[in-house]
């Protein structure tokens, strides 16, 4: 075989390559001296998330009650989330998933699905629940980070997600006019719960 050959076969197994990875999404989980901003973000957003949604939340139940409560995280989950969005330049999306949700839009998509199993697989060792969980995602040519933090049961959220029969029927009820396919109840203290999902554009390394 000539050498002008072999240049022609080597240039089309490398377009063949590159084609498929463009067809094929990519996720890796980079090192962390790698995504040292990715995961500082991350992990501020997510905070911030949490924290204002556990204020609220216990600030409603101390006012009004738990039924009053549920309309009040029915309205301003979304909202702090996309305050989130915006307030962060470089965050995309942010929001609370599990296998099992309360608000459908609240359902995995595959890289949630892909972290959850992630921190399932660590429960199943017995192990604890790893502080985050980090991707980079190749999807169309652009290249994105997705930052993970677990949430966990504690006694209060019980009376909303806890086992069906020790739910108080008044909280139910409101549960299931507002969330007809509901899924999460059944949970006890400490289980883990989902996850809080930060999708984050690459960060300047300094
Ligand atoms: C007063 C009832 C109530 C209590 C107490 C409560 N939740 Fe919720 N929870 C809800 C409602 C209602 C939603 C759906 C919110 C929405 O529409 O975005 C929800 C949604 C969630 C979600 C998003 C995923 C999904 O299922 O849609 C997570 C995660 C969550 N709750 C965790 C907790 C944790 C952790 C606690 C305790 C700190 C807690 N909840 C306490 C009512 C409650």
């Known amino acids: 075989m000539n050498k002008q ?3 022609i076969i080597l240039l089309i197994v490398a377009v063949t390559v590159t084609a498929c990875e463009i067809k094929d999404d990519r996720v890796t989980i980079p090192d962390p001296k790698e995504a040292v901003g990715e995961i500082k973000l991350g992990h501020e ?64 998509d595959k890289y949630e699905k892909e972290a959850l199993l992630y921190y399932n697989e660590k429960i199943q060792m017995g192990e604890d629940l ?15 980070y997705r930052y ?15 086992e069906e029969k ?18 999460a109840t ?4 400490k289980d883990f719960r989902g996850l809080i999902s930060v999708t984050l554009d690459q960060q300047p390394e300094n």
């Not at 909202?79 to 470089?90: I, L, N, P």
């Not at 969980?133 to 290249?143: C, F, L």
């Not at 993970?148 to 806890?162: A, D, R, W």
């Not at 059944?186 to 203290?189: E, K, S, T």
Request: aromatic letters at 10%; one cysteine or more.
């Open 5 to 7: 050959k072999i240049k």
């Open 45 to 108: 957003v997510a905070g911030e998330l949490a924290g204002e949604l556990r204020e609220t939340l216990l600030n409603s139940i101390d006012a009004s009650g738990f039924v009053n409560t549920i309309t009040i995280c029915n309205q301003w989950a979304p909202v702090y989330a996309q305050r989130v969005v915006e307030k962060y330049d470089g965050v995309t999306a942010i929001k609370r998933t599990a296998f099992r949700v309360r608000n459908p839009a609240d359902t995995p």
């Open 130 to 144: 790893p502080e985050y969980y980090i991707q980079r995602i190749i999807q169309a040519k652009k290249v994105f």
């Open 148 to 162: 993970y933090e677990p949430i966990v049961m504690g006694g209060i959220c019980l009376h909303c997600h806890g």
């Open 166 to 183: 020790n739910i108080n029927p008044e909280i139910l009820k409101k549960i299931n006019q507002l969330y007809p396919a509901d899924s």
């Open 186 to 189: 059944g949970y006890q203290d």
